[in-house]
């Protein structure tokens, strides 16, 4: 089992950037493909983006593209979202995802305007 753990978020002026980490605890990722997802108050849960942990394919939602990037420290066993030219409606809490089963606690990023 691997405990994914997030930190980075804050608060940030629109058009500024926030890195976001998501360690794994208890394992490593290997063989996992790993995801960032985002909730917002009265919003469901969202895809963001995801990176294969072995091939390092990426994927995002249409909404973050050209804004964010998803990287990977196999070193360090660790994946990245890089995001820039932050809006407000990038405000949510941002949750690590690990194959699609297991959830970090989440980390705020607030963007103000």
């Known amino acids: 089992q691997v405990q994914p753990v997030e930190s980075g978020g804050g608060l940030v002026q629109a058009g500024g950037s926030l890195r976001l980490s998501c360690a794994a605890s208890?394992?490593?990722?290997?063989?996992?493909?790993v995801a960032w997802f985002r909730q917002s108050p009265g919003k469901e849960r969202e895809f963001v983006a995801a990176?294969?942990?072995?091939?390092?394919?990426?994927h995002y939602d249409d909404s973050v593209k050209g804004r964010f990037t998803i990287s990977r420290d196999i070193a360090k066993n660790t994946v990245y979202l890089q995001m820039n030219s932050l809006k407000p409606e990038d405000t949510a809490i941002y949750y690590c995802?690990?194959?699609?089963?297991?959830w970090g606690q989440g980390t705020q990023v607030t963007v103000s305007s």
């Open positions: 995802n690990v194959d699609q089963t297991y």
């Open positions: 990176i294969t942990w072995t091939a390092g394919a990426r």
């Open positions: 208890g394992r490593t990722f290997a063989t996992y493909a």
